[in-house]
């Protein structure tokens, strides 16, 4: 979308409901790396300045954010889980999906890497290890899209590691803030997208062992939920917000978002 279409649909927007459209709302369902990593709260008040918009987001797994938008409660989706959002669109309740930004996973665990990990860009290889070795690995478990890209890691390293569920793998059923938080109690490794990492606090002797493999590619994408299916969408406001998104402007805010010096999203919509 370009700078030039973005700007006529805030034209719009402001024209036809003057003061009102300052009073316009979204709501938009979430992963929670993009919330948690502080993203949002860098992005919305431009967007807002821009439009007189105001997005509310909320922050869950993706496979709950999905559910949600599949109820009507919600008027975008921006999730990181490309087979469900293609099929989520497939099945009419978005009107298209469009790539926004990536980053990568990384697997972190303790100084002490009791599996022996540590440096490897093996992503497969490193699980396999540490099923092998038994060592404690902690899982978000919630059907998010970490949880859904880690399960996919798992099957192709030929490990099914919810046959030692409460043994060395631990399943928390929480967000990747307090799974990772549970992990580093517990001293196992955890999967985490790299942005969620960076922003955490709670780090302690923990650094990223296992990085680099092709296969711990993070992709974003951003959905307006379709009005033929949800009537109380707000169309146009949503429209202009992911339009916004992988617009030109909107693609260089988000690489200009940057947490002790580092850029935790790469944006890659197309045509910019």
Not at 169 to 174: C, I, K, P, V
Not at 249 to 261: H, L, P, S, T, W
């Amino acid at each position: 979308m370009s700078g030039r279409h973005v700007a006529a649909i805030v034209a719009a927007l402001l024209f036809a409901g003057g003061a009102a459209a300052q009073e316009q709302s979204i709501i938009v369902q979430s992963t929670t790396s993009t919330a948690n990593s502080g993203l949002y709260d860098y992005l919305l008040p431009i967007f807002k300045d821009k439009t007189g918009i105001q997005v509310n987001v909320v922050a869950v797994g993706t496979g709950q954010a999905i559910k949600n938008a599949e109820n009507c409660d919600g008027d975008v989706l921006l999730v990181h889980a490309k087979p469900a959002e293609e099929k989520f669109v497939a099945a009419g309740f978005g009107t298209e999906r469009t790539d926004l930004m990536y980053n990568d996973f990384v697997i972190v665990g303790p100084a002490s890497d009791p599996a022996g990990v540590g440096g490897m860009d093996d992503v497969q290889g490193a699980l396999a290890t540490i099923a092998d070795k038994g060592a404690l690995f902690a899982s978000r478990g919630d059907d998010s899209g970490t949880h859904k890209k880690e399960m996919a890691l798992w099957a192709d390293s030929g490990v099914d590691p919810t046959a030692a569920s409460g043994q060395w793998y631990r399943e928390t059923g929480s967000g990747m803030g307090a799974t990772l938080n549970a992990g580093i109690g517990m001293g196992a490794y955890v999967m985490t997208d790299r942005a969620t990492w960076i922003s955490f606090a709670n780090k302690q002797d923990y650094a990223i062992q296992v990085q680099g493999d092709a296969d711990m590619f993070n992709q974003y994408g951003v959905i307006p939920v379709n009005p033929e299916k949800c009537p109380s969408v707000n169309v146009e406001a949503a429209r202009a917000f992911a339009d916004w998104l992988v617009s030109a402007e909107g693609q260089a805010a988000i690489a200009g978002y940057k947490v002790a010096d580092q850029q935790l999203f790469f944006p890659n919509a197309p045509g910019n």
